[in-house]
């Protein structure tokens, strides 16, 4: 179990997953997940990887980004 993805060490399936990120290094865990998220304050690099770009952090872009998929309401 030690090294396996949390998704596979919960049951999760891939397309079960939401992630969020702003950086380069963010870049390929917002490609490679059910649904990434990019910050709208991210980088460049970030964004396009990305299933969905919301607002930039300090302007909510969590809370919009979960409203926007139905995770909240």
């Known amino acids: 179990m030690g ?19 702003d950086g380069p290094n963010d870049a390929k865990m917002l490609a490679w997940t059910g649904t990434g998220v990019a910050m709208g304050n991210g980088v460049e690099e970030a964004k396009p990887a990305a ?22 309401d």
């Open 3 to 21: 090294n396996a993805p949390v998704a596979q060490r919960v049951g999760a399936r891939l397309e079960e997953v939401l992630v969020f990120g």
């Open 51 to 72: 299933a969905y770009a919301t607002t930039p952090v300090g302007e909510d872009g969590v809370q919009n980004a979960l409203l926007h998929f139905g995770v909240l």
